[in-house]
């Protein structure tokens, strides 16, 4: 199936595709993204089995004071036990956190106490999990994700409770509430695309969008607009949600001298396609795809044509210098290698984390919610590395309508396949800020 869209050149017009397009598309692209271990698991978080004594982690020591006082109380929700999605590497991420932070001083010279809440996949799960965090008196809610923020937010802002550090938003309190506070860049990969498109100089551009996600379109059609990109295809193919032979969308995507495939499609289609692309084994075509989605579990056995394949996301690569504490902290807390650390759920609950401590050491041995809500909307977060600076005092709304007042990130960074491996194209720290893209 191919579908046709007008090329739109009224920036008011490109603004509210974007709006429209942006959020609704999103849900069907952070499923594989957040490292989702699919769906109907029958446990929470539970620990790993202890190591043996060859691979035992080497003892952690810190120059740091250990923390005195009570403890800093926080939450991270995710779902666990789901007929949909879960996501446990947020948990254990979370969990990682708190064991590393302690060892490291801890939260304004107090010890920091993680509670870990599944919300089962429900709205309702969600508020509850948000109720408890309000009885729990918990200072922040902190580098959630789950299918139902606004459930969430709309519990903790009435108690004064800051929801921090979001990798994904999908609700519109979390792009609206004064409490709010994300980090993560979702939205912008597919304004990366288009950018790095141009770059590269493809002559043309094909978008292959998975069935539900058609609206993401628009994203790229107002960013290639609005830097006179004129090799995006009018035309893109819509990849069925199910399917066993992707061969008719691999030659429709493909006809016509079709040089880039800018895929908005998850982990369970690229792998549904890879069969199909190999069979074709097309020359001279440059794929991209979204972090977590295009990935690791995607590359095996199919490397070859995967080579030089472009991946836009939020976070750099876990491999990158900037991660070295969160790896060793896996360890150190026997997380299981058997989930997806090096996607949006692990990286952008570790970064929420290390954000959150920076912003509470500066608040003090006083922290709680209330002094942490006051401070956070002047703070300006510096995690070199992992994210760019990310100022709580900007905002989007000029751009975009007021729709997406606490859009504080609009920055990706790119990773390519080479060698059968993903690795960081150009530095781990070369943040591109995309967002003026679509400021226009």
């Known amino acids: 199936m191919t579908e046709a869209r007008p090329n739109g050149t009224e920036s008011r017009r490109r603004r509210g595709i974007w709006l429209t397009a942006a959020v609704a598309a999103s849900a ?32 952690t020591t810190s120059a740091a004071p250990a923390p005195v006082g009570d403890p800093v109380k926080v939450m991270t929700i995710a779902d666990i036990n789901s007929q949909g999605s879960v996501f446990p590497m947020i948990h254990y991420t979370s969990t990682a956190a708190q064991d590393y932070i302690n060892k490291n001083g801890g939260v304004g010279t107090r010890p920091i106490q ?31 994700f789950d299918f139902f923020p606004d459930a969430s937010i709309d519990v903790l802002e009435p108690a004064g409770i800051a929801y921090f550090g979001a990798c994904c938003m999908l609700g519109t309190n979390e792009f609206q509430s004064k409490d709010a506070f994300p980090l993560g860049s979702h939205q912008m990969y597919g ?22 996600a058609e609206g993401f379109f628009g994203v790229l059609q107002a960013a290639a607009a609005n ?15 199910v399917a066993t032979d992707y061969a008719p969308q691999v ?54 044509t995967l080579e030089g394949a472009i991946i836009a996301g939020a976070y750099p ?10 790896r060793q902290a896996l360890t150190d807390t026997q997380a299981p290698s058997t989930e997806d650390y090096n996607s949006l759920g692990g990286l952008g609950t570790w970064t929420a984390y290390m954000a959150f401590k920076q912003l509470g050491d500066k608040v003090g041995v006083g922290i709680d919610a209330a002094t942490f809500l006051k401070a956070a909307p002047t703070a300006v977060i510096n995690l070199p590395g992992m994210i760019p600076d990310v100022n709580f005092a900007d905002d989007f709304s000029e751009a975009l309508g007021g729709a997406f007042t606490r859009m504080f990130n609009t920055s990706v960074v790119y ?26």
């Not at 029958?42 to 691979?55: E, I, M, V």
């Not at 288009?194 to 069935?211: F, L, P, S, T, Y």
């Not at 830097?227 to 990849?239: C, G, N, Q």
């Open 28 to 59: 069907a692209l952070v499923l594989a993204a957040c490292g989702s271990s699919g769906g109907g698991s029958s446990s929470s978080t539970a620990p790993a089995p202890a190591p043996t004594s060859s691979d035992a982690p080497a003892p």
């Open 114 to 144: 993680v509670i870990n809440c599944d919300a089962q996949g429900t709205a309702e799960g969600v508020a509850n999990c948000a109720r408890q965090a309000v009885q729990e008196k918990v200072v922040a809610v902190v580098g959630s």
């Open 191 to 212: 304004v990366g695309f288009i950018k790095k498109a141009q770059e590269i100089g493809c002559k043309k551009a094909h978008a292959v969008i998975i069935q539900g």
């Open 227 to 241: 830097i006179s990109f004129t090799a995006l295809d009018p035309e893109f193919t819509v990849l069925p949600s």
């Open 251 to 304: 030659a429709e995507a493909l006809k016509g001298g079709t040089d880039c495939i800018l895929g908005v499609v998850t982990e369970t289609s690229w792998l549904a396609w890879m069969p199909a692309w190999n069979a074709a084994a097309p020359q001279g075509v440059t794929v991209f795809g979204p972090q977590g989605n295009l990935d690791s579990k995607v590359l095996v056995g199919n490397a070859e």
């Open 317 to 326: 690569d876990i491999s990158c210098p900037a991660w070295d504490s969160f």
């Open 415 to 440: 990773s390519t396949i080479k060698g059968g491996a993903i690795e960081p194209l150009g530095a781990c720290d070369a943040f591109d800020n995309v967002g003026p893209i679509i400021a226009k």
